[in-house]
């Protein structure tokens, strides 16, 4: 055998269809999708690669919508006994097939042509008559027929009520997949199930559940990477102020901002874009930070009070301004800003950097960082987007909204080791101008360890 | 075809070092100029590799001019690191001869042919095997840095002097990526190893020759001494020492020689042959051989190192190749296009007006919780019910029982819920009912509660429905706008039936 396995993805009108594909070949651009009856009105296909190889062919074709109309016509032409195999023969080869049928016919050719059909339930509607239908219908296609239960993830649906409606014509194999809200379990059990129905096609379907298994993991990984890459950049980033005139602070502290956001902005880039989602998958907080208007933005008191931080009181040089920083002047600085005993102890080993900073004290420099709590929020709201990113199907359609979070790691305590080493090396920061020590092996450790802390809190649900 | 697909699955390609230090310097470049080189035959060709990710990012990095520049300035440094290797050792060899020549050579400057044989073999042996305790401490005990100091520092010297020598984008780009590769995976601990015990077998093998000349046209006397310790316990050293060359046939000193030939003992210096040997084997076999023995081990390892060595595909680096080197699907296109030319749609049926009569034929369409709907309770005695329809049979029974309703109704109303999609089954069924009533067909949508709380949109799906009331040609659609509130159905068709009644002439 060296053909494909091919599936047919059937289904009422307006049922996710082309969702479902999307989903599950990554391909936010696949077909059209709409609320509406009929958008796809020709059979369009897919494959699934993995390694460039393909292991799978999924069509998607036209919504049925009167698969009544074909059993009537079936009635009515075959003198009333029970419709079967051939009885479709004779209805694909009359003129109503190809005429007000049209849709139905290019459905049940389709099915005829694959391995397997996928029938595609909106779990939240009721189980009408018309359905049954649908399933008699395509029962006569003589193809095992793998019902999906869609849109299962929200309050209102009848999954219950599908399944034994669904058991009482036979069809006990019935999976429930999200088309919108992805789970990577829901995915492996589907293609475990078509494994069962399938034999000949066991080998390319292991591979495939492999595949996707391995793919989730390295996502989780690098997404985490990409998150803990831009928590170094923007702890490490110090901003040295010449004189200490309060025009040049507020203008260091515009810079900062502004690099500040840059960055978090190309660590959304890169986690969408990591996730194969289009930028416009999460304009719900891009917009705002792009054209100024700032609904959500990360320096106001209100963004820090909407994910529940506590604005640091003595540490508030621009309240107004919108950004609490800590000017650092040696003495004071090495309680502010950074953590305590992390500081002591990295100085120690430090002096260069403490020669350094006793040189900007003396001309009268004085640094500008980041504050805790900005650090804080900038990795609540990554670590929230990769979690929405790892749940999101690709079939969905409307922008990620996210929600205030409900995980407290990154509220409470103190910041994880990683950060705080970071504040202590300006040099780690592409966001400074001297960045030397983008390539160092301390980075590097630090990246790894921050890294697995991220990827640590990714794995709890 | 199983066969195949998993041949080729274990047959993954896999890139040799050169490449991944391409990809590495590629990457280091992109990290740091912050966006990737967007070279369409780069992408093309990494597209086209197939394979695994990393053997797509190896390629595609290869591809780039900026690889390709990098790949060439890496075979110029092989051979500058080649001839500099060479010329270390050399430099090694011959600070080796000169230690042992000044060995050999201080009897003679002080007037004396007498060698005390473990003085000469502590000089020459002693602060090598001094090291090598302190190499192996390394490797024990900082396993991520180790890799000896010598070996550590020449690495660090060739990167030093590398960095301020070379000019030009490529070459210090290799550098660079040589450094972060050196890194990883212990390979830079076993190169520096390797290079460690290489100069220092260099050094050795340039005492050992430096010894065999001097030995082999001089003449010594050979002795030994000791104020503290026993001659018992120098017996048994030399004795141990001398096993293992002995095994290899060489003239070793036996017990008699050796207390012959402490200081003082003897007049006649004997057995000048067993102790050269002796001493020539000593060094052979603790110095030369051991050190030979680990730099190949050492070899070894930095070569499985550096063949276990891959990318780090989860680095942010790395990562964003992947979605346009690594497609997930790819699309096959419309197999069976739409029909060319839709059939036109018919022209819409004529508007019908209310005419007469004073009673309502309801009939309820797909609704939703059908038993307790309110059509089944309603106390209306205008309003005649003609059942529901669900399935293709009621809908038989429910078109004969409006066809045959006597007297004829005002009006027929159709209640349809929000929450279906409108779909052709519908448009067939309103078409059909208008056909064999003479009443105007009236739709009346409901629950629309039920599709809100179902996250569907109420005027997107209504929209849906006033196009299908269109085609069809239903006279009415209520309710006449679309409300965000969700007042009651029933209401609304009294009101509406109501007006209709008053509109009547």
Known sequence: ?461 | MNTHISDKASQAPHGRFTDRLVAEAVRLHEDRAGRVIDETSAWQAGRDAGGDLEHRVLVRAGATRLGGQVRESLGGARTLAGWLLILILLLTGLSGMAAAGAALAAPLVAGSSQINILWALGSLLGVQLLMLLLWAMFMLVRPRGGGGLLGQGVLGLGGGLARRMVRGQAPVLAIRALLQLMSRNGLGRWSAGTLTHLIWAAFTAGALLMCLWALSVRQYDFIWGTTLLAEDHFVALITALGLLPGWLGLPMPDEALIRASRLGVTEDALGRVQWSSWLLGSLLFYGLLPRLGLGLWCALMARRARRRLRLDLASPGYARLAPRLLPNSQRLGVVDPPPLSLLLPPEPPRHRERHGGATLALLGYELEQANEHWIQHHKHPAWIPLGQVDDRHTRRDVLAAAQALQPPPAVVVVVCSLARTPDRSTEGFLTDLRTRTRAPVWLLLDQQDMARARGIDPRARRTAWEQLAERTGVDRLLPERPTDEDRAAAEILEAAFAASEDATP
């Open chain 1, 1 to 461: 055998m060296t053909s494909i396995l091919e599936v047919a993805v059937v289904g009422h009108t307006n049922t996710g269809k082309t969702s479902l594909l999307r989903t599950l070949s990554r391909d936010t651009e696949f077909g059209e999708v709409r609320d509406a009856p009929a958008t796809t009105r020709h059979v369009e296909g897919t494959q699934l690669l993995v390694d460039g190889e393909p292991l799978m062919t999924l069509y998607d074709t036209p919504g049925l919508e009167d698969a009544s109309g074909i059993l009537d016509w079936l009635d009515e032409t075959g003198g009333g006994r029970q419709a079967r195999g051939d009885d479709l023969e004779r209805f694909l080869e009359s003129p109503d097939a190809a005429g007000r049928f049209d849709q139905e016919t290019k459905v049940l050719r389709q099915l005829r042509a694959s391995q397997v059909g996928l029938y595609v339930i909106d779990a939240r509607e009721p189980v009408l008559g018309k359905y049954r239908d649908e399933l008699t219908v395509l029962g006569l296609c003589a193809r095992p027929l793998l019902p999906v239960l869609n849109f299962v993830a929200g309050p209102h649906n009848r999954a219950q009520e599908w399944r034994d409606a669904l058991a009482r014509l036979g069809l006990h194999a019935v999976i429930t997949f999200d088309s919108v809200v992805y789970d990577l379990q829901g995915e492996l059990r589907l293609y475990e199930k078509l494994r069962s129905l399938l034999d000949p096609w066991r080998i390319p379907l292991e591979r495939l559940m492999q595949a996707r298994e391995r793919e989730a993991h390295w996502l989780r990984q690098a997404a985490a990477e990409t998150v803990a890459d831009m928590l170094i950049d923007v702890a490490a980033c110090v901003m040295v102020v010449e004189g200490g005139g309060r025009h040049d602070t507020e203008k260091a502290m515009e810079t900062l901002q502004d690099r500040v956001r840059e960055r978090e902005q190309a660590c959304v880039d890169a986690l969408l874009n990591l996730f194969r989602f289009r930028p416009s998958d999460y304009l719900g907080e891009r917009l705002p930070l792009e054209d100024g208007q700032w609904g959500l933005d990360l320096f106001t008191p209100e963004a820090l009070r909407h994910y529940g931080l506590r604005t640091g009181e003595g540490a508030a040089v621009g309240g107004a301004m919108g950004m609490a920083v800590d000017v650092m002047a040696l003495g004071t600085t090495l309680g502010a800003g950074t953590a305590v005993g992390a500081a002591a102890g990295a100085l120690l080993g430090n002096t260069l950097d403490l020669g350094r900073r006793l040189m900007h004290r003396m001309q009268g420099h004085r640094e500008l960082r980041v504050n805790n709590n900005t650090l804080r929020l900038l990795a609540l709201r990554q670590c929230q987007l990769v979690q929405a990113l790892i749940h999101r199907g690709h079939g969905a359609d409307q922008a990620l909204q996210l929600d205030a979070p409900t995980d407290d790691t990154w509220r409470k305590g103190s910041l994880p080791k990683p950060v705080q080493k970071a504040r202590l090396y300006p040099e780690w920061s592409r966001l400074n101008s001297d960045a030397t020590g983008t390539e160092s092996r301390a980075r590097a450790q630090a990246l790894d360890a921050l890294t697995l802390l991220l990827s640590g809190d990714a794995d709890t649900p």
